[in-house]
């Protein structure tokens, strides 16, 4: 009984697979596409602009702190001379008023530097996305017109990674079909001579600029 159930399987998987033609197998390449988005002249020329308007925003971000740290200083002498007992009463308090004054021009100058790195950071992390994206269009239509003229069924992302952070693609017989030089190549075939270059030292991305002005705003309360 056992032998004729084995029998039948293998029957029937037989002809499961006469009944698709061979032209309905699967023809698989590969490719890196991390290499080519890093590699493609546009991404290069978007970290440029990204990184000039971050630089723009930080230049900005230090004129707001160093505006701040004059005003609290100016504070603390303005509550030192407040507590100087060697004027009149109503002189202290004529300070007194002053300092409290100069506070919530403090206050007021936090809020609108606050508010103005929210604004800017998610400017910069909105286009930032969205140059990704448009890019990433970009070489995936030329990965789709590469793969139909090849006559591939599927084209699998080696660089590309599961949400626990592994690999999607485990292996990769060494010589398969691999499209990545060739639509690297494609793709930067109308590259700029002039294409300005990308100074791995300073981020283009919008990543958040460090915030040094919190580390003083304790001393002015």
Known sequence: MKTLSIHHLLLSALLLGAAFPATAQTKIATINLQKVFDGYWKTKQADVQLRDQANAVEKKRSEMFSDYEKATKDYKKLLDEANDQAVSADERERRKKAAETKLRDLQDMDNT??????????????????????????????????????????????????????????????????????????????APADLPKVDDDKSGTGDKPVDKKNDKKDDAK
């Open 113 to 190: 530097y606050q508010k103005f790195m929210r604004a800017e950071e998610a400017r910069l992390q909105e286009q930032k996305q969205r140059m990704r994206q448009k890019i990433l269009g970009e070489i995936t239509k030329v990965v789709k017109t590469d793969a139909a003229q090849a006559g591939y069924t599927l084209v699998l992302d080696s660089a590309a990674q599961s949400k626990d952070l592994t690999s999607i693609v485990i292996f990769s017989a060494s010589g398969s079909d691999d499209l990545t030089d060739k639509v690297l190549a494609e793709v930067n075939a109308n």
